[in-house]
């Protein structure tokens, strides 16, 4: 894939999130629980307080080696997270546009998502709306987040994400598959590697991303992913949204595990996405 092409496409391909953003009919949540304090910072403008029913809260880094780290899913009804298509689970406009590729990643220094998130296909892991745009620049962040991708088999390169020298990326891999990749990452040097020893090594890696300047991490799976994060205790703070109908491959749930964590948000959603309901859950330690 020649360069020239590839920001042409990602040029088209970012005005159409735009378009499809901005023609999205949000509807705004309802707060039930809000234990929000000093313990959270609150990210929001009035743009996004209006629909999210007041600020969105994220927790600051707890070590001083490791980043911040969350998990953003959406389930079914009947607790399921596997899909081909996630929006197949019927989150709605709001968990899609609002949630999960805004405010969960508007102040996120990096994205974290599994290869098979991001294979072959035309996918970059940022935010869209004109108003969350806006309020990612407001804070003092780049235009796109760094795009961190977890393979432990290697990645074709093919796909955008890969062929854009705008995009920061990192890949965390594996020797071997380092190896299979050697002359793709020689051909784009807007590429690193962070390699693990074993796929067990995931505190070494998120150590090397928080020495690379990388605080914040919004990880948007898959679950085998999130459940490594998890039982290595890099997670502070989980985003659920939980559709108002069942679907998605039987028996996937986001974490076979209780979460060891306090709700600290519960909205429900209104008009089109009446019975959806949005979860924030945090630890005061690590899961």
């Keep these: 894939m020649a360069i020239e092409d590839s920001v042409l496409r990602f040029e088209r391909y970012a005005a159409r999130r735009e378009r499809e953003a901005l023609a ?36 600051p880094p707890r070590a001083a080696e490791l980043p911040s780290t969350s998990l953003v899913f959406v389930q079914s009804r009947d607790g399921n997270t596997g899909a081909k298509n996630p929006s197949t689970l019927g989150g709605g406009e709001a968990d899609t546009h609002l949630i999960y590729e805004g405010l969960s990643r508007v102040a996120a220094d990096a994205v974290l998502a599994g290869a098979e998130t991001v294979r072959g296909g035309d996918i970059v892991l940022s935010t869209w709306h004109p108003a969350l745009v806006a309020l990612r620049a407001s804070l003092g962040r780049p235009r796109h987040p760094i795009q961190i991708i977890a393979t432990l088999r290697g990645m074709n390169f ?40 074993t796929s067990r090594d995931l505190v070494h890696a998120f150590r090397d991303l928080r020495a690379r300047g990388i605080e914040t991490i919004s990880c948007v799976g898959g679950r085998n992913l999130a459940g490594q994060l998890l039982d290595a205790g890099l997670i502070q703070d989980v985003y659920l949204t939980t559709s108002a109908k069942d679907g998605g491959e039987p028996n996937t749930p986001m974490y076979e595990q209780a979460l060891k964590a306090d709700l600290v948000v519960r909205k429900h959603g209104t008009g089109r996405d009446a019975g959806v309901v949005f979860e924030m859950f945090s630890a005061s330690e690590r899961f």
């Design 158 to 197: 093919k796909g955008l994400i890969f062929n854009v020298p705008e995009l920061r990326v990192i890949l965390l891999t594996v020797p071997a598959c380092t190896d299979l990749m050697l002359t793709e990452l020689a051909d784009r040097p807007w590429i690193t590697p962070i390699v693990m020893a």
């Design 24 to 59: 999205a009919t949000i509807d705004p949540f309802i707060t039930d629980v809000d234990r929000g304090d000093d313990r959270f910072r609150s990210i929001g403008n009035d743009w996004s307080r209006a629909l999210f029913d007041g600020p969105f809260y994220v927790s």
